[in-house]
Structures are given as C-alpha cells and as structure tokens.
C-alpha cells in the first residue's frame, strides 16, 4: 500500500493518537511504574535517530529491556515472528520482576423481590 493510497484522514487520527500518548508520557512522574519494561526497536529507527528516541528507564523502577530487530517499525509489530518473541519474552520473565496483581474489588448489589 503506498502512502499516497491513504486518505488524509487516517493521518490525522494518527497524529492525535501519537500526540495524546507522547502528552501523557510527557506528564507521568518518574519512575511511576512498578515493572520491568520490554522495548523492541525497529533497526531503522535506531538509525534514524542514531540511538534509542526513548529512554524507558525513566518511567519504571523496574528493569528495561532492550533488543534491536531488523527492518523497520511495521517488520517489528507485524512481522511473522511478533508473537513468538513475545511469547518467549513471557515465558522467562523473572516472577521477582512481575508487577504485584491487586485484588480486585467487586461488590455486588442484589435487589430485593
């Protein structure tokens, strides 16, 4: 699909998914998240920006981790073997590293006849 076979419209409702997301990470306190972070970059972006564009270790007490995968950002998210990286990602993920799972709260309210 060439770029010029996408309507405007799918740019703009891009742009305001990217900028809303760039909006609250800029706002988030440091180190907010209590788990490890698993950041794949695309080989492409690294070039382009000459190193990682994010710094993920300033938003997690947690540990970063970081690979570099060939191509560029849609070979990274769509290409053949996206979910079974993440799989083994999960499968050795440390429990020690694991965010705490909160209980959650339920009432539940039963009306009387």
């Known amino acids: 699909l060439a770029?010029?076979?996408?309507?405007?419209?799918?740019?703009?409702?891009?742009?305001?998914?990217?900028?809303?997301?760039?909006?609250?990470?800029?706002?988030?306190?440091?180190?907010c998240v209590a788990a490890p972070i698993h950041v794949w970059w695309s080989a492409e972006t690294i070039a382009r920006h000459g190193g990682p564009p994010v710094d993920w270790q300033q938003y997690t007490a947690g540990a970063?981790?970081?690979?570099?995968?060939?191509?560029?950002?849609?070979?990274?998210?769509?290409?053949?073997?996206?979910?079974?990286?993440?799989?083994?990602?999960?499968?050795?993920?440390d429990p020690a590293e694991r965010a705490p799972e909160r209980a959650e709260r339920t009432t539940l309210t039963r009306e009387s006849p």
Not at 7 to 30: C, E, I, Q
Not at 65 to 80: K, N, R, S
């Open 64 to 93: 970063v981790h970081t690979a570099i995968l060939p191509g560029d950002h849609i070979a990274a998210v769509q290409g053949a073997d996206v979910h079974s990286r993440l799989r083994e990602t999960l499968e050795v993920l």
């Open 3 to 31: 770029s010029s076979d996408i309507p405007p419209a799918a740019y703009h409702h891009r742009y305001a998914l990217l900028r809303g997301a760039a909006l609250l990470a800029r706002d988030l306190p440091p180190r």
